[in-house]
Each structure stands twice: as structure tokens, then as C-alpha cells.
């Protein structure tokens, strides 16, 4: 056990321990901006720089063990430098990276992601989610002769300008700094519990698509109901408007045919990324073939111009991307996967949640899936020793701030002071994890509860 002299902070203790990682931090700030890669890795006081991972674990660049719950932001399901996919990596490697032309691997994948995904009748690769999304909005608009697009409030869709809107409260701030206006106008977004103002809003008649996350906001963050997500089905329908799921994190994780085969409920498209490329760069929309028609060229005379929808993209389906794909959506075809992925999050979030309820100290554990969240220092209702789904009694835009906000800086710090990265504070399983990591977890939350309490942090 790793126990802090009295005096030290978590910060403090954080900045000897790590130093080899601030080191990195000052190098990459005098040439990265911000000296990071992504808005989710900013961390106080410096993020941790890590040399390389297996299966359930990480080793920062001074040789540091971490239990890693970031698992390569949800898309390695598998664990890291899972056996079979390295080694159609490698092979591959060897045929080629980019041959500039069709190859049978794009074909393999599809046809693989087509078994796997009720909703997928055709598909059609990307390089991200963000992509995705952005091609999917694309496609239902010119499908629908459409132009606005319905989301809703703390629901993440990548980073274009459309998408951005309404991600972090306050959900209802009106402009978004570098984003035009006229974009933003064709964006409208609403809460996810209201579903008269969905139709209200449906009813105006300019509603290409509805985007949704259907585990709610940030894979169950805010949680939404089947039932919400059976009458956007309804409503999608009846005003004729396409009904998208965002399935960057739930695809083949909520389920192997991610969370609409889960929850019984089939879109007219889907996105996907993460896991579909088997931890490699890459993504898809996938949809009814009516639909994804409109990438079609054809002879009819004025189609060409007018109707079809542009979608290049150099490393779309790109054959590394291909290889390690197909070969991960193989092995996520076994429920077996997600099923202990799922009861990995359910053992970690009721073992969170006991060392809340036996340090009396406010927040909880929350999560559906493999999924889990934590917050610390806020008041939760129904938080008990057990599993919890929806965190009641506190908002729904403190949900969405808490992975930032309030305690999460501390608490991940001191979490990675005893070994565990918890993905700031809320991450996603893997086959690779073992009820050994999980307990081991759970007993550096409690340590790390301490070190709040000992930094007066918390009472
Ligand atoms: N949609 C969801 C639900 C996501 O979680 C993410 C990424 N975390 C994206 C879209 C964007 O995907 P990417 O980072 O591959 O652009």
C-alpha cells in the first residue's frame, strides 16, 4: 500500500512521483499547443506521459504500472496489443499500408460490420466519429431535402462545427467561440427528458436528422430511457425525419450489435469508430440502403451534380485500419466479450460506491455496460452500497461537468498515485481486466478518499 506523508498534497506528491512526465509536459508546450493531443487529456498539474501498454495496463515513461481505464478512449475492448489483432497488423504491414485502390480487406470489414449492426444494410468508411457524424448529418440532409438537425443537451458528437453545440453546459449558451452563427442556427438542441419539445421542434417540419447517443450523453453519463429512445423512433417516423445513433462508444461494447440491438430499437443510420477499428484510426456510417444511396454515382443526368453526396478521404478504409478491425469485430461477435466487460463496470462501480457509503462522504458511481462514472463531493439521493444506473437529486449539467469539475482534478491525480488511470473519472472495461484489477481499484479508490479527506478536500 502507497500512503502519503501527512503534509504532502495529492499535487504536490503528484509532481515528485510523475516528474519525469512534467519534464515531457514543459518540452511539448514549447512546440504542441497547449502540449496536448486532445481536450480530454488536459490534466492538473501536468498529464502523465506513457512509453506502453498490454492488455489491461499502462507504464508512464518513468516505468510506473497503471491499471488503465481509458483503454484507448473505449476503443480497445480487447485490451491493449490484443494477440490476434497485432498480428493482422503485421501482416498486413507487410502487403502494404495504401494500395489508392478497393482491396478485399474493406470488403471483410463491412461485411463483418454488416452481420453485427441490425441497422446496418450498407456502409461506408470514414477516418473518425467526428467524420462520421459529419457525413452522416450530410446524408439525411440531402435525403430529406432538410436542412436543421436535432441533438440534445451534453450528447458528444466529435468536435465539427455542427456538433459542438450544447456538449457542456450551460447546454443552452447560444454561441460557440469559432463557430459561425448561421451554423449554429441549424442546430437545435434540447434537453434529453422532454419529448413534447421533441415533437414541437419535429413539427416545424425542417428536422433532417435526429442525433442521439443512445446510452445518453457520454456513454450513460446522463442517462436516457429506452422508452425516450422508442418514441424518437416513433416520432423520427412519423415526421420523416432520419433517426441516427451515435454508436462511436456503444458500438459493439453496449452489445455486439451495439446498443440498438441491446435495447431492441433500430435506427435509420448509425455512426461508428472506436472499437470498429479495433483500436486503430477509423469509423463508419452504416444505414438503409434507400439512404446511403445518395453516395451512389450514377448515370441518371443531373444525379451526379446535384444529389450525390461528396465523400472523399485518403485514408478512408485504409488496410491497417481494415485488418485490425475486422479482426476485433470477429472476437466481439462472442457475447462472452461484452458480458465480462459489463460485469468488470458493475463489480467497479458497486465496490466505488461501498467505499462512499463506509467513508460517508457525498457522490456515487454510476453507469450502464462496461461504462462507469464517479463523482465526489456532490450530493447523490439514491446512492447506496450497491449498483446505480441514474444518480438522482443532482443535475443533469453537474453530470456532465463532473469528469472536470469540482474533485475529479484531485481525485484522478491521486488515483494515478496508486497505480490506477481512471480516465479522468469515468472509463470503459476490457477482456483484459480481471476481478484482481478491479478489487485492486476499489482499494486505491479508498486510499485515494483518504487522501482527499487528508487534504481536506473533503470532510
Ligand atoms: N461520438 C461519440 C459518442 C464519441 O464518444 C466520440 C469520441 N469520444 C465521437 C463521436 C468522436 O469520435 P472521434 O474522436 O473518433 O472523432
Not at 472476437?331 to 467505499?355: E, S, W, Y
Request: net charge negative.
Amino acid at each position: 500500500m502507497v500512503s502519503a506523508p501527512v503534509q504532502t498534497t495529492i499535487f504536490s506528491e503528484f509532481e515528485e512521483r510523475f516528474s519525469a512526465s512534467k519534464a515531457l509536459y514543459q518540452r511539448a508546450q514549447g512546440v504542441i499547443s497547449g502540449g496536448i493531443a486532445h481536450d480530454g487529456r488536459y490534466q492538473k498539474p501536468f498529464p502523465v506521459y506513457v512509453e506502453r501498454a498490454k492488455g489491461a495496463y499502462k507504464w508512464d515513461v518513468a516505468g510506473h504500472k497503471l491499471i488503465d481505464y481509458a483503454m484507448g478512449h473505449g476503443s480497445l475492448i480487447l485490451g491493449h496489443n490484443d494477440e490476434d489483432v497485432v498480428a493482422a497488423v503485421h501482416a498486413q504491414l507487410d502487403r502494404g499500408t495504401h494500395f489508392g485502390a478497393g482491396h478485399e480487406g474493406e470488403i471483410l470489414w463491412a461485411e463483418q460490420i454488416t452481420k453485427l449492426v441490425p441497422s446496418a444494410e450498407r456502409v461506408r468508411f470514414t477516418m473518425s466519429g467526428t467524420e462520421a457524424n459529419i457525413l452522416a448529418m450530410r446524408i439525411a440532409r440531402a435525403y430529406t431535402a432538410r436542412n436543421s438537425i436535432l441533438k440534445f443537451e451534453g450528447h458528444f458528437h466529435g468536435w465539427s462545427d455542427y456538433l459542438v453545440k450544447g456538449e457542456k453546459p450551460p447546454f443552452e449558451s447560444p454561441d460557440v467561440p469559432g463557430v459561425p452563427e448561421d451554423v449554429l442556427r441549424t442546430v437545435a438542441v434540447l434537453p434529453s427528458d422532454d419529448i413534447g419539445a421533441v415533437e414541437e421542434r419535429l413539427s416545424q417540419g425542417d428536422i433532417a436528422a435526429i442525433l442521439v447517443e443512445p446510452s445518453g450523453a457520454s456513454w450513460a453519463m446522463i442517462p436516457m430511457e429506452r422508452d425516450y429512445l422508442l418514441k424518437l423512433r416513433e416520432l423520427a417516423t412519423a415526421y420523416g425525419s432520419v433517426l441516427i445513433f451515435d454508436e462511436v462508444i456503444t458500438g459493439f461494447r453496449w452489445a455486439p450489435g451495439g446498443a440498438q440491438a441491446r435495447f431492441g430499437i433500430t435506427p435509420d443510420m448509425t455512426t461508428l469508430a472506436k472499437i470498429t477499428a479495433g483500436g486503430l484510426p477509423g469509423g463508419a456510417v452504416v444505414g438503409k440502403t434507400e439512404i446511403m444511396d445518395h453516395l451512389l454515382f450514377k448515370d441518371e443526368p443531373g444525379w451526379n451534380a446535384k444529389k450525390k453526396i461528396i465523400h472523399p478521404g485518403t485514408y478512408n478504409a485504409n488496410p491497417l485500419s481494415a485488418a485490425a478491425g475486422t479482426t476485433c469485430l470477429i472476437k466481439c461477435a462472442n457475447p462472452a466479450v461484452q458480458q465480462h466487460c459489463d460485469d468488470m463496470a458493475a463489480r467497479l462501480r458497486i465496490g466505488f460506491n461501498t467505499v462512499l457509503e463506509n467513508h460517508s462522504v457525498p457522490g456515487c458511481a454510476w453507469g450502464d455496460s462496461s461504462a462507469y462514472h464517479v463523482v465526489v463531493g456532490e450530493h447523490v439521493s439514491n446512492r447506496t452500497a450497491g449498483d446505480l444506473r441514474t444518480p438522482e437529486g443532482i443535475s443533469p449539467a453537474t453530470l456532465k461537468a463532473s469528469g472536470k469539475a469540482g474533485l475529479a482534478g484531485p481525485l484522478s491525480a491521486a488515483m494515478l498515485l496508486e497505480g490506477v488511470d481512471l480516465f479522468n473519472t469515468g472509463g470503459l472495461l476490457s477482456i483484459a481486466h480481471t476481478p484482481d484489477d478491479i478489487d485492486f481499484t476499489i482499494e486505491a479508490f479508498d486510499r485515494s478518499i483518504s487522501r482527499l479527506k487528508r487534504d481536506a478536500l473533503l470532510a
